[in-house]
């Protein structure tokens, strides 16, 4: 009989061995193997939509841990990486995605226990949609840091002229990870910006005020503003290549920070563990 | 290998062109003019003549060599003394794995170029038209393509570009990935731009604009390349529109520089450009190379490129060699598991004539029997036969790893068969004495 035990450890499984055939596929430079990645890294996927399809998530909607939020976040990032394999027949950001997932879904293990009980206050509509929008917006924006980060490698390979040898030979051309990376920065903005105003919304009632001052939401507004500003350049100053890229890897540095400091360590009303 | 199998030939190491001229065969290996005839001892034959070598591999028993070299230089109407110093000779699985690594394009003058197995394919093919091969010649060429496939597919030694045009062409895609949406320009008609631009055209770029000093030149090239001449003062106009530049000119001075392409990206967007300047003096500042989506390679880049990738292939190529060693001994196996089958099917014909001849004995003793009882006898006869063959069948199976193994096994067995002595309906001639 399947359990919430068994199905968590069968996706961390399906995570570990796609990580593990997809990066030696990589790295030997076979198809079989990095074919084989996807495959299991998809099984993982649809496990963990399982998992959540049948409720298994069951600190998710009554009550937060740091724990199962990782866990969703890992399930948003495959998300993106099943989108862009799709989309653009890309095989690289789906394996790469799989260990990021693979990551948060080991980060996640020490925190499952911790919950946090929500107050009934706070399971109104425009949580969900603050809480729903971010997660898929920070999945893309994994998904432009993933792009980001192989472009600003293979660029600067390809700048200074350094060997192609190896996995660098397999690895997508600079102009679709590129559009990769407009993609998810596109589609990530909107979706951030829905997420900040329908938590902004909901706080007024809540905590008295729209905007309190808390860390979690100066940082949040931090990487609202560098979403903005990469947005606007992309859409009306034609930025391309290295510039956005580099600034997709620091605001998704920025997102992890806010996620595992902020809301760990920090005095927050976001925190997931209180005493 | 006890199989007589010999290859005789020269190639770009051992003759120079003047030589490789004189004895090519290409004209010489079809069913009106076929350069080394199915007769004396040899009873297999096929002939391998491209601009790079030239070879003839047979099967048969005896002197083959010296009968090929005869007919080789009778064809070419020159003295076999003339031939003879440019000519290597390899027998039995030396054959073998000379042609497995020709097929696998490992002793090709560009190591790991596709063109040998191509070339080699088209020659089975003609001598299997003029019904030159056979059960050895067949089974030996369709193995050295499924050699050349495995070494193509396991290693890397035909992965990189070795030519300075093609690594252009690679690099370009390894920037904008899909060629047909983007169009390319020729400053100048250098013969390595011309090459580097048939490469773009291959692999399906737009279009491709020609801009050279002299217009009538460069309309030239451009119907050539089914492309569009420019006058060579609009180049700027056109750096807008274009993706890849391939650069060649004659000029002393730069064509293109850095202050200029920045106006240029502006204009487009910031869309990638990819600049490949094989002039000497250079047409192109190097400074471009650090503005943001431009990528410029020269000559000497283009150079080191493929001097690194040759590197590579010759690593490669000692991973090929091992898998060529592998399936020689394969093919080795296979032959001498040949020279078994009339041994084994003497030993099955001997137990079914016993079997037959004690059953005729039998029923003779036994009276009028039903069918039914001469059926069941006739049955447990023969497979009583069966059964005692089995083992010293697979004992000789087994002895097929080496040919002092498999000679000696060969020969134990039908001494303790007594397969020789005349009794039984067929022996092997070569195990006779």
């Known amino acids: ?64 841990s740091l724990g199962a939020y990782l866990q969703m976040l890992a399930w948003f990032v495959l998300l993106c990486g099943l989108i862009s394999r799709l989309r653009y027949r890309q095989e690289a950001t789906l394996i790469l995605s799989a260990p990021l997932a693979l990551i948060l879904f080991i980060m996640s293990a020490p925190y499952l226990a911790a919950v946090v009980k929500i107050p009934p206050q706070l399971s109104a509509p425009f949580y969900t949609l603050h809480i729903g929008a971010l997660f898929l917006s920070l999945g893309l924006l994994t998904l432009a840091f993933a792009a980001g980060c ?30 990769i990376n407009a993609f998810a920065v596109m589609t990530t903005f909107p979706l951030y ?26 940082i949040s507004l931090v990487v609202w503003l560098l ?28 997102c992890l920070f806010s996620i595992i400091v902020v809301n760990t360590f920090m005095e927050t009303h976001h925190a997931f563990i209180r005493g | 290998m006890n199989c007589d199998l010999v290859l005789v030939g020269l190639n770009h190491r051992t003759a120079g062109v003047d030589v490789r001229e004189r004895f090519a065969l290409v004209n010489h290996c079809s069913a009106d003019s076929w350069a080394v005839p199915c007769e004396g001892a040899i009873s297999e034959a096929m002939i391998l003549s491209t601009c790079n070598r030239v070879e003839l591999l047979a099967a048969g028993h005896g002197d083959m060599a010296e009968q090929m070299l005869t007919d080789w230089a009778h064809t070419c109407k020159a003295p076999v003394e003339d031939l003879r110093p440019y000519v290597y000779i390899y027998k039995g699985a030396e054959a073998v794995r000379h042609l497995f690594t020709v097929a696998s394009s490992l002793d090709s003058m560009v190591l790991g170029e596709p063109q040998i197995l191509g070339q080699l394919k088209t020659a089975y093919r003609k001598a299997a038209a003029c019904h030159t091969t056979g059960l050895i010649l067949n089974r030996l060429l369709h193995k050295a393509f499924s ?3 495995r070494v193509r597919t396991e290693t890397a030694v035909a992965s990189s570009a070795v030519s300075i045009s093609y690594a252009a062409v690679e690099l370009a895609k390894r920037i904008f990935g899909d060629m047909p949406s983007h169009r390319a320009m020729l400053l100048g008609a250098g013969e390595m731009a011309e090459l580097a631009a048939t490469h773009l055209l291959q692999a399906g770029i737009a279009e491709i604009l020609v801009a050279n000093r002299t217009l009538a030149r460069g309309q030239e090239l451009a119907r050539q390349f089914n492309g569009r001449a420019i006058a060579f003062e609009s180049i700027a106009a056109h750096l807008v529109d274009v993706d890849i530049i391939i650069a060649s000119t004659g000029s002393p001075e730069p064509v293109i520089r850095a202050r200029d392409i920045r106006s240029v990206l502006k204009a487009r967007k ?60 394969h093919f080795e196996q296979w032959v001498q598991g040949l020279d ?65 193994g498999s000679a000696s096994r060969i020969s134990l067995m039908r001494r303790i068969f007594n397969l020789d002595s005349g009794t039984c309906s067929r022996a092997t001639p070569r195990e006779k004495g």
Not at chain 1, 44 to 57: E, S
Not at chain 1, 159 to 179: C, E, H, I, T, V
Not at chain 2, 280 to 307: C, F, M, S
């Open chain 1, 1 to 64: 009989m399947i359990s919430p035990e068994l199905s968590t450890l069968l996706t961390l499984c399906l995570y570990g061995a796609a990580s593990l055939a997809g990066i030696s596929g990589m790295m030997l430079r076979s198809v079989v193997l990095r074919k084989t990645g996807c495959w299991l890294a998809g099984f993982g996927f649809l496990v963990q939509t399982l998992m959540l399809a049948l409720g298994f998530h069951s600190t998710l909607p009554e009550g937060l």
């Open chain 1, 150 to 179: 192989i472009f600003l490698f293979l660029e600067g390979r390809i700048k200074n002229k350094q060997a192609m040898k190896g996995f660098w030979q397999d690895m997508p051309a600079l102009s679709l990870l590129d559009r």
């Open chain 1, 193 to 218: 910006t829905l997420g900040i105003v329908a938590g902004l919304v909901w706080a007024k009632p809540v905590f008295g005020a729209t905007f309190n001052g808390d860390p979690k939401e100066v």
């Open chain 1, 227 to 254: 979403l903005a500003a990469l947005f606007h350049n992309r859409l009306t100053r034609g930025w391309r290549g290295r510039k956005p890229a580099r600034l997709a890897v620091i605001i998704f540095g920025l």
């Open chain 2, 147 to 149: 050699v050349a496939k």
């Open chain 2, 270 to 329: 910031n869309r990638p450009m990819f600049f490949i300047d094989i002039a000497v003096p250079r047409d192109i500042d190097p400074d471009v190379n650090g503005l943001d989506n431009v990528y410029l390679y020269d000559i000497d880049d283009l150079k080191e490129v493929v001097e690194e990738n040759l590197a590579s292939r010759r690593d490669e190529a000692q991973k090929a060699a091992e898998i060529v060693n592998e399936e020689v001994g």
């Open chain 2, 340 to 404: 078994m089958q009339p041994t084994i099917v003497d030993i099955i014909q001997r137990g079914e004539h016993m079997a037959e001849e004690e059953l005729a004995r039998t029923l003779k003793r036994l009276g009028p029997v039903s069918d039914e009882v001469r059926e069941a006898l006739d049955v447990m006869a023969k497979a009583l036969v069966r059964k005692m063959n089995h083992d010293p069948i697979i004992f000789l199976k087994e002895g097929t790893g080496s040919h002092e």
